[in-house]
């Protein structure tokens, strides 16, 4: 059998990295999208050379993490930066098989005609988890070449970052690309008009809407298709979700990324498991439910729920009783997808007014913080014949706030649906908890605690706006500082 010859591995190299040839052209399939906003919070870190890191790219599949990178690639040329110095190797593609990162090092030089010593170099592997282990020759290349950033990315989010924790401390920096927020899928369809003024002069305050029935609309469209920004631009697409994003990339994770990972072997388990799951976003479920109806052995099933949120497929959320404390043995949690629009995909799309609507509003304002660095704080909290969606927990397990999640405005006038809330409110203290609606804002005394309405979708538009906003603040300000010093070699 014939080995690919190392000519082609160069040809594919420099096909790869068109700017080599043409100093400011990326792919126009690239070049034609908008930044999204997580593009000034990335490229800062790429160019931070204070730092000998690695930046470590992570998200699930068809976000817009190769976008992001050329989009990358771009602002390092623009900033003059030599082309030849900028290097993105895919590397699971089937030419680059069996070649290990430190081969790819050598061939890209024997490409572009440079030497990587001879000045600051910006090399990117993208789809890093498809090399042997890849955490350990990273943090080998980031220990032997000071004068390259390097830059990986990957879809198996948790698995890279449980690998980046193990073998790259100190050598890796994680950067969490999520879905689309729906400040992003406003912005991208140039939509902000929807969104108003802040309602307070406070820091990251809630926005107003100048039309909350329009606004309500985009939202509901954002819940069934807004996660992908493929899918925003295609009508083609949003015609047949379960084309683009079940078969295009649900069933790539669960059919390829997850088997391959994870040596599993009966996909017909895990696929029932994950439509199941998708079925309950936002619902509360237990291994135990959940291995009898698919009877599967408990252990399994646990293995296969880490591996799903390993392929940043679902988010696990646990329980908390009416005192705000954890259960010793915990059996039950509550599932969301960390997209939406999967749902719509699985089974149909939905519209306003449907059953499970409430659900799936739920499960998008529950994405938007996936990405923010305390997520692991969130909890919900359920007792006997009392519940309340989310809450969040300080490092000393004190409830630091409270969200019930609602699509309707009956409740600002009818409080009894209210009552596990108030009731959670009064026995952990909690003085001001918000409350979603439909289309009304208000604010109310019920019992003692300072309730304040908001639409749900002014809600979800103002969480992921302020996550993103917050990060590129404290980033500045991080920046300003006098750099700290490389932590030494193990």
Same mark, same amino acid.
């Given at each position: 059998?014939? +080995?690919?010859?190392?000519? +082609?591995?160069?040809?594919?190299?420099?096909?790869?990295?068109?700017?080599?040839?043409?100093?400011?052209?990326?792919?126009?399939?690239?070049?034609?999208?908008?930044?999204?906003?997580?593009?000034?919070?990335?490229?800062?870190?790429?160019?931070?050379?204070?730092?000998?890191?690695?930046?470590?790219?992570?998200?699930?599949?068809?976000?817009?993490?190769?976008?992001?990178?050329?989009?990358?690639?771009? +602002?390092?040329?623009?900033?003059?930066?030599?082309?030849?110095?900028?290097?993105?190797?895919?590397?699971?593609?089937?030419?680059?098989?069996?070649?290990?990162?430190?081969?790819?090092?050598?061939?890209?030089?024997?490409?572009?005609?440079?030497?990587?010593?001879?000045?600051?170099?910006?090399?990117?592997?993208?789809?890093?988890?498809?090399?042997?282990?890849?955490?350990?020759?990273?943090?080998?290349?980031?220990?032997?070449?000071?004068?390259?950033?390097?830059?990986?990315?990957?879809?198996?989010?948790?698995?890279?970052?449980?690998?980046?924790?193990?073998?790259?401390?100190?050598?890796?920096?994680?950067?969490?690309?999520?879905?689309?927020?729906?400040?992003?899928?406003?912005?991208?369809?140039?939509?902000?008009?929807?969104?108003?003024?802040?309602?307070?002069?406070?820091?990251?305050?809630?926005?107003?809407?100048?039309?909350?029935?329009?606004?309500?609309?985009?939202?509901?469209?954002?819940?069934?298709?807004?996660?992908?920004?493929?899918?925003?631009?295609?009508?083609?697409?949003?015609?047949?979700?379960?084309?683009?994003?079940?078969?295009?990339?649900?069933?790539?994770?669960?059919?390829?990324?997850?088997?391959?990972?994870?040596?599993?072997?009966?996909?017909?388990?895990?696929?029932?498991?994950?439509?199941?799951?998708?079925?309950?976003?936002?619902?509360?479920?237990?291994?135990?439910?959940?291995?009898?109806?698919?009877?599967?052995?408990?252990?399994?099933?646990?293995?296969?729920?880490?591996?799903?949120?390993?392929?940043?497929?679902?988010?696990?959320?646990?329980?908390?009783?009416?005192?705000?404390?954890?259960?010793?043995?915990?059996?039950?949690?509550?599932?969301?997808?960390?997209?939406?629009?999967?749902?719509?995909?699985?089974?149909?799309?939905?519209? =306003?007014?449907?059953?499970?609507?409430?659900?799936?509003?739920?499960?998008?304002?529950?994405?938007?913080?996936?990405?923010? %660095?305390?997520?692991?704080?969130?909890?919900?909290?359920?007792?006997?014949?009392?519940?309340?969606?989310?809450?969040?927990?300080?490092?000393?397990?004190? %409830?630091?706030?409270?969200?019930?999640?609602?699509?309707?405005?009956?409740?600002? =006038?009818?409080?009894? =649906?209210?009552?596990?809330?108030?009731?959670?409110?009064?026995?952990?203290?909690?003085?001001?908890?918000?409350?979603?609606?439909?289309?009304?804002?208000?604010?109310?005394?019920?019992?003692?605690?300072?309730?304040?309405?908001?639409?749900?979708?002014?809600?979800?538009?103002?969480?992921?706006?302020?996550?993103?906003?917050?990060?590129?603040?404290?980033?500045?300000?991080?920046?300003?500082?006098?750099?700290?010093?490389?932590?030494?070699?193990?």
């Amino acid at each position: 059998m014939h +080995q690919i010859p190392t000519e +082609q591995v160069l040809l594919r190299i420099g096909d790869e990295n068109i700017w080599w040839q043409e100093p400011h052209a990326i792919p126009k399939i690239y070049d034609d999208l908008r930044h999204r906003a997580y593009f000034n919070l990335l490229y800062p870190l790429v160019t931070q050379l204070d730092v000998n890191r690695a930046i470590l790219l992570m998200g699930p599949r068809r976000v817009g993490k190769t976008v992001l990178l050329h989009h990358v690639v771009k +602002q390092l040329i623009e900033n003059l930066v030599d082309p030849r110095r900028i290097c993105y190797l895919s590397v699971d593609h089937p030419i680059y098989n069996n070649c290990s990162l430190h081969d790819l090092l050598r061939h890209y030089q024997d490409a572009s005609g440079i030497t990587i010593n001879g000045g600051q170099t910006f090399v990117i592997f993208d789809e890093i988890q498809y090399v042997r282990e890849w955490e350990v020759q990273l943090k080998t290349l980031v220990d032997s070449y000071p004068g390259v950033r390097f830059i990986a990315s990957g879809s198996a989010a948790a698995a890279l970052k449980l690998k980046s924790n193990e073998s790259g401390a100190g050598r890796f920096t994680d950067f969490l690309l999520p879905p689309l927020t729906f400040h992003e899928y406003l912005d991208l369809l140039n939509k902000l008009h929807l969104i108003g003024t802040p309602i307070s002069n406070e820091p990251f305050a809630f926005r107003s809407s100048p039309d909350i029935a329009a606004l309500n609309v985009a939202f509901v469209h954002y819940l069934n298709f807004g996660g992908y920004p493929e899918v925003i631009f295609s009508p083609t697409i949003q015609a047949d979700p379960a084309r683009f994003i079940k078969s295009d990339i649900i069933d790539k994770v669960l059919l390829r990324d997850l088997p391959s990972l994870y040596g599993i072997t009966d996909i017909r388990e895990l696929n029932y498991l994950f439509t199941s799951l998708a079925f309950n976003t936002a619902n509360e479920v237990s291994s135990e439910q959940l291995s009898q109806k698919a009877n599967v052995a408990g252990i399994t099933i646990r293995k296969y729920i880490d591996y799903l949120e390993a392929a940043f497929l679902i988010k696990i959320v646990h329980r908390i009783d009416r005192s705000a404390k954890r259960f010793r043995r915990e059996s039950a949690f509550k599932v969301y997808l960390t997209n939406p629009s999967i749902r719509s995909a699985l089974f149909a799309p939905m519209k =306003d007014g449907d059953e499970g609507i409430g659900y799936l509003v739920e499960t998008g304002i529950f994405s938007q913080w996936f990405h923010a %660095p305390d997520v692991g704080r969130l909890h919900y909290a359920r007792w006997k014949n009392g519940e309340v969606d989310v809450v969040a927990l300080s490092a000393e397990l004190k %409830p630091l706030w409270v969200l019930e999640v609602k699509w309707s405005d009956r409740h600002i =006038d009818s409080h009894g =649906d209210l009552r596990s809330l108030i009731s959670f409110c009064k026995a952990n203290d909690i003085l001001a908890v918000v409350v979603t609606s439909k289309s009304r804002f208000e604010r109310k005394k019920i019992a003692g605690v300072e309730v304040t309405f908001i639409p749900a979708s002014l809600y979800c538009f103002t969480i992921g706006f302020n996550i993103v906003n917050s990060r590129e603040m404290s980033m500045k300000i991080e920046t300003a500082k006098p750099p700290a010093e490389a932590p030494e070699s193990p």
